[in-house]
């Protein structure tokens, strides 16, 4: 964590400690959750599988027949780099 200093108006800073009590948190909790919130910011950690799903989800589907000519897609005709034009 980085430490950062504010200034609180002293009605913002009577809300965070009466919001602190009340949940049982420290003040520090209440600031990290409620900018957290406002900011839309996520902390779930996912694990390896849902981050290979998520990458897989974005692929963009190939050409059908790619494994059987993968060399023509390559460095031959099919080859957007060297193919004919």
């Known amino acids: 964590m980085i430490r950062h200093q504010i200034y609180f108006t002293p009605q913002l800073?009577?809300?965070?400690?009466?919001?602190?009590?009340?949940?049982?948190?420290?003040?520090?909790e209440i600031i990290r959750e409620t900018l957290e919130e406002k900011f839309k910011i996520?902390?779930?950690?996912?694990?390896?599988?849902?981050?290979?799903?998520?990458?897989?989800?974005?692929?963009?589907?190939?050409?059908?027949?790619?494994s059987t000519n993968l060399f023509d897609y390559l460095y031959g005709n099919k080859s957007p780099n060297y193919g004919r034009k």
């Open 13 to 28: 800073k009577r809300e965070i400690q009466v919001q602190a009590k009340k949940n049982g948190k420290s003040q520090s």
């Open 42 to 66: 996520k902390n779930k950690k996912l694990s390896g599988g849902e981050v290979l799903l998520k990458i897989a989800a974005r692929a963009v589907k190939g050409p059908s027949d790619l």
